[in-house]
């Protein structure tokens, strides 16, 4: 079957500090790789995406690499800031079901100023 | 404005009480989802529509129903509900263009309760 796992959290962090969020994948065909995030009270929303191996997807200051040989889609931020502090998912999507979708248990970030 | 609706957002029930929560969309997307979210369990999906009448079920379908029998629609059924299903339901939809996964779009979700 297909499966997403993200490090455990919570991760809590200073202003201006180096972030990583590491995200690997199982899946039984060639899968799509997203990072959502979630603010509290909110619903997700798409924060980045790539779609074959070795892209980039980059949004906000946030970049992930799809890396088959690793099967990992680890999320990282130069300088994170206060506003940075939610829930973030990775999550997968099959080009052979595009609408069976994977989430990892997500991960809960806190900025501190 | 581009947007997925729920309703209702909150909702506290009694178990064995049959309810539904409605979903919807304006994009004319032809995917749409139903997941639930618990603590440390991340986002599980309940079922998936490809397109209308067109329906399957996700990792987590038991104790729900789904029905598409419009583009833009997509409720999700409780006919019995039970305590377990206490959570925070998201409806998503997203556009598959020539079978590949697109990104999704979520609704600003369902707080069900039931006692």
């Known amino acids: 079957g297909n499966s997403v796992t993200q490090m455990e959290g919570p991760v809590t962090l200073s202003e201006e500090a180096f972030l990583t969020i590491n995200c690997t994948y199982t899946?039984?065909?060639?899968?799509?790789l997203f990072w959502y995030v979630q603010y509290p009270g909110e619903g997700l929303q798409l924060l980045l995406k790539a779609t074959k191996a070795d892209d980039k997807g980059s949004n906000k200051g946030f970049e992930a690499t799809y890396r088959k040989e690793t099967t990992s889609f680890h999320l990282e931020k130069g300088s994170v800031q206060v506003s940075d502090s939610a829930v973030y998912f990775c999550?997968?999507?099959?080009?052979?079901?595009?609408?069976?979708?994977?989430f990892g248990d997500g991960t809960t970030l806190t900025v501190k100023p | 404005e581009a947007q997925v609706t729920q309703n209702p957002r909150y909702l506290i029930t009694v178990t064995g009480k049959k309810l539904t929560v409605t979903c919807s969309q304006n994009m004319n997307h032809e995917y749409m989802s139903w997941y639930r979210q618990d603590p440390g369990l991340g986002l599980r999906q309940i079922y998936y529509s490809m397109n209308v009448e067109v329906t399957d079920k996700g990792d987590v379908p038991e104790g729900y129903k789904v029905s598409r029998k419009e583009k833009r629609n997509f409720p999700l059924i409780l006919e019995s509900p039970s305590p377990n299903q206490t959570s925070l339901y998201f409806c998503?939809?997203?556009?598959?263009?020539?079978?590949?996964?697109?990104?999704?779009?979520f609704g600003p979700g369902t707080r069900l309760t039931v006692t």
């Open positions: 999550a997968l999507g099959l080009w052979t079901n595009a609408g069976k979708s994977t």
């Open positions: 998503a939809s997203t556009l598959s263009v020539s079978g590949r996964p697109s990104e999704q779009y």
């Open positions: 899946a039984t065909g060639y899968p799509s």
